[in-house]
C-alpha cells in the first residue's frame, strides 16, 4: 500500500510539473525574439542649410523606452535608422495627477506645452482647451500633418488634434480632426467618421472640406493633391505582419504633400503599437513595432538630408512594460527581454534629434519643454 502511495505520489508531482513547464512555454516564447527581417540602414550627412528647421517632424514611439530601442536595434542586427540622430536628451513624462502618465496627458504635454491629468485630451487640468503645435502652425499658414497605426482618434493623434474631456470621446474627437484644418491625416479610424451613433456621415463632410477620403495603401502611396484623409481601417490597424509597410509609406506621403508648402510644416508621426507590445510583455511585437518605426524614421532622415532644412525628432509619451534586455545577439538578431509590469512605467524616456536646431534636445527636461523647443524653432515664440 505504500508502495503504490509513492508511486501516486511520484506521477502527481511529474504531472504538476510537466503542466507547469507546459504552461511556462508560451509565456518564454513571448519573452524571447529569435529572429527576422532585418532592414538596411544608411547614415546620413550632418550638414544642413539653416541653424533653425522650416520643418519638422516628430515620431512618437508609443511606450518606448530604452529598452525597447535596444530590443530593436539588436533585432536588427547592431544598426537602426535612429542612430542618426546624434543629439539625445531625455523626457520626464509625469501628468499633472499621476507619477506614471497615460498616452493622453502626454500626447497633450508635447503638443500644447501644458500638463493635464490622465486621461485629457488637449485640455488643461481645469478642463479648459489649450492650443495645440498644429493649430499655432496652421494659423501662420503652414502645412500640417498626423500619422499613426492606431485609430487617428486614438490618444496620441487626438492630443495633436482635439480638445475633448475624456481620450474615450472618440467620435467627438473626429469631429475636432474635421474642423481642425490638418491638411493630412492617415491611420486607422474609419468607423469614429462613418459608421457612428449620431448618424452624422463625416466622410461625405471631409469630402465638402476638399479632403481626398482614401482607404487603400496603394491609394494614399500615390495620392498627389493637397488634402488627405487617410483612414485605412475601422478601428486601430492590425500588427504589422497584417498592415505591412503602412508607416513607412503613410509618413513618405505625408512627407510628399507637405512638402508643397513653401511656407513649412509640422508633422507628427506616431508608432503606436510598441505600447501594445508592452502591455503584453511581448518582446518580439515589442521589436516588430520598433524596427516599422525606424523604417518610417528612414523615410524622414532621407527627406530629411536631402531638403537640409527639416528637423526630426524621435521620443515617446512614457514606458510601458518596464522593459529590460536579459540576453541577445547581434549575429543573430536574438534578443530576450524581460518586463516588470504590464502597464506604463514613470522612468524618463529618450529624445533624439537630427537636423538644424538639434541642439536643443540634449539633456533632462520635462515632456513639456519639447513642446517650447519646437514651438521655438519653428515659429519663433
Known amino acids: 500500500m505504500k508502495f503504490i502511495t509513492k508511486i501516486t505520489i511520484l506521477i502527481t508531482s511529474w504531472l504538476l510539473c510537466s503542466t507547469l513547464l507546459l504552461a511556462q512555454k508560451p509565456i ?54 535612429i542612430e542618426n540622430c546624434k543629439y539625445i536628451g531625455f523626457s520626464k513624462t509625469a501628468s499633472s495627477n499621476r507619477y506614471v502618465t497615460d498616452s493622453a ?68 474627437i473626429a469631429i475636432d480632426i474635421l474642423n481642425s484644418g490638418v491638411d493630412v491625416f492617415i491611420g486607422g479610424g474609419y468607423d469614429f467618421f462613418s459608421n457612428r451613433e449620431d448618424a452624422r456621415d463625416l466622410i461625405g463632410e471631409l469630402i465638402q472640406k ?13 495620392f498627389m493633391g493637397t488634402k488627405l484623409a487617410g483612414l485605412t481601417s475601422p478601428k486601430g490597424n492590425g500588427r504589422v505582419a497584417e498592415r505591412g509597410n503602412m508607416l513607412p509609406i503613410s509618413t513618405q506621403t505625408a512627407i510628399h504633400v507637405l512638402k508643397k ?24 511585437q515589442v521589436i516588430e513595432e520598433v524596427l516599422d518605426l525606424d523604417k518610417a524614421v528612414g523615410r524622414a532622415l532621407e527627406f530629411a538630408a536631402r531638403d537640409g532644412r527639416t528637423l526630426v525628432i524621435v521620443t515617446a509619451d512614457h514606458e510601458t512594460g518596464g522593459m529590460t534586455v536579459n540576453d541577445g545577439s547581434f549575429e543573430t538578431g536574438m534578443v530576450k527581454g524581460e518586463f516588470t509590469t504590464s502597464s506604463h512605467t514613470g522612468v524618463m524616456v529618450p529624445i533624439f534629434a537630427y537636423g538644424p536646431g538639434a541642439s536643443e534636445f ?20
Not at 125 to 131: H, L, R, Y
Not at 368 to 378: G, M, P, Q, V
Open 105 to 172: 496627458a502626454g500626447a497633450t504635454a508635447i503638443a500644447t506645452g501644458v500638463k493635464t491629468y490622465n486621461g485629457a485630451i488637449g485640455v488643461d487640468s481645469n478642463k479648459n482647451p489649450v492650443k495645440n503645435i498644429l493649430e499655432e502652425v496652421s494659423e501662420k499658414g503652414m502645412g500640417t500633418g498626423i500619422v499613426a497605426t492606431s485609430s487617428i482618434t486614438h490618444a496620441t493623434p487626438a492630443g495633436f488634434s482635439a480638445h475633448q474631456l475624456n481620450r474615450n470621446q472618440e467620435e467627438e
Open 210 to 222: 476638399g479632403y481626398t477620403v482614401e482607404q487603400e495603401l496603394d491609394n494614399i502611396e500615390n
Open 362 to 381: 540634449i539633456g533632462i527636461m520635462e515632456n513639456t519643454d519639447i513642446h517650447s523647443k519646437i514651438r521655438k524653432l519653428l515659429l519663433g515664440k
Open 28 to 81: 518564454d516564447s513571448l519573452k524571447t525574439y529569435y529572429s527576422g527581417e532585418v532592414h538596411n540602414v544608411k547614415n546620413y550627412p550632418q550638414k544642413f542649410r539653416n541653424k533653425t528647421p522650416k520643418n519638422i517632424i516628430l515620431f512618437i514611439g508609443d511606450g518606448m523606452g530604452v529598452a525597447h530601442l535596444f530590443a530593436g536595434l539588436t533585432a536588427n542586427k547592431g544598426k537602426l535608422f
Open 261 to 284: 508648402n513653401k511656407k513649412g510644416f509640422f508633422l507628427m508621426i506616431e508608432g503606436s503599437f510598441i505600447d501594445s507590445g508592452g502591455h503584453a510583455n511581448n518582446t518580439s
